[in-house]
């Protein structure tokens, strides 16, 4: 391997420490360690951390052919000191404000949804349920008129043809499909 690859080797490997420990500040951020998810955590860490390690040697392949050397250890410790001295607290307020800015969005995104498609759906159903309730009283309360017109001149002979006890079951029965219709439509208001 000669100079030019070596100082390439350890310049990449460097790099490759301060993004280590980039993506680890941010896979802590996102998935933090709680006692109820000990099992996924061992299978985050386990795929962050082989993810990592073929990044590393993917770009160890790409610069020096895939030669693995002792100082290269020391650069990715390298990179990672640099990282945690110099950059964390500058990367950590980056990604806060991006995931500010992205939370911020999604919710602007959700309200503005809300109140483009949503409310007037909602709205134009219940109006939609409204009519419907108002057209079904009205043409009831026809045809109640209608049987009561038509009845009325008969309504002795009814008395003597149709028992009391019928009546009375119809009644009951038409009062009880009345409130079940109510307390279905209270869901609707």
Not at 99 to 107: E, Y
Request: hydrophobic share 60%.
């Amino acid at each position: 391997m000669t100079l030019p690859e070596q100082f390439s080797t350890i310049i990449a490997m460097t790099a490759m420490g301060i993004w280590i420990g980039a993506s680890l500040s941010t896979y802590h951020r996102f998935i933090r360690p709680r006692k109820r998810w000990h099992w996924i955590m061992i299978i985050t860490d386990t795929l962050f951390w082989a993810f990592q390690g073929l990044l590393v040697f993917f770009v160890l392949l790409e610069v020096n052919e895939g030669l693995i050397r002792f100082y290269i250890f020391i650069a990715l410790a390298i990179g990672y000191c640099a990282y945690k001295a110099l950059f964390q607290r500058i990367y950590e307020k980056i990604l806060e404000g991006l995931i500010l800015i992205v939370v911020r969005t999604v919710s602007a995104i959700y309200t503005l949804i809300k109140i483009i498609i949503v409310q007037p759906v909602w709205i134009l159903l219940k109006l939609l349920y409204r009519s419907c309730k108002i057209l079904i009283s009205v043409l009831l309360s026809a045809v109640l008129f209608i049987i009561t017109v038509i009845i009325f001149p008969f309504k002795w002979l009814i008395k003597w043809l149709v028992p009391q006890s019928f009546i009375d079951r119809t009644v009951k029965f038409l009062y009880v499909i009345l409130r079940f219709f109510d307390r279905f439509t209270k869901k609707f208001r």
